[in-house]
């Protein structure tokens, strides 16, 4: 089974933090970078963080960096994205995805599999 599946999604005031999850299986987790795109009621999915599976490499979005953290537990087979100091506007269903490249993997279309998403809602 190769598509991810996103777990850790939720509620919380701004200011707060949240940690969401990626699983994928073990064929496809060391060979695969994995990224968290998000997207908000009426507006298009944008990325937010990735990691490579070639080194590790990560990149961030602006608007996140600073905040966001993704990382990886290869033993796990899992990729996390820790979220700190949310704001309103990272109100979005989060979604995880598996890319084959290994480099530069900020876009969408560069993507191969795609979890069902998960919502997080920050309030004030």
């Known amino acids: 089974q190769v598509q991810p599946v996103e777990s850790g999604g939720g509620s919380v005031q701004v200011g707060g933090s949240l940690r969401l999850s990626c699983a994928a299986s073990?064929?496809?987790?060391?060979?695969?970078?994995i990224g968290w795109f998000r997207q908000a009621p009426g507006k298009v999915r944008e990325f937010v963080a990735a990691i490579s599976w070639r080194d590790s490499s990560t990149y961030y979005a602006d608007s996140v960096k600073g905040r966001f953290t993704i990382s990886r537990d290869n033993a796990k087979n899992t990729v996390s994205l820790q979220m700190n100091s949310l704001k309103a506007e990272d109100t979005a269903v989060y979604y995880c995805?598996?890319?084959?490249?290994?480099?530069?993997?900020?876009?969408?279309?560069?993507?191969?599999?795609w979890g069902q998403g998960t919502q997080v809602t920050v309030s004030s």
């Open positions: 995805a598996l890319a084959r490249l290994s480099y530069g993997v900020t876009r969408a279309d560069q993507y191969d599999y």
């Open positions: 073990r064929r496809t987790s060391n060979s695969y970078s």
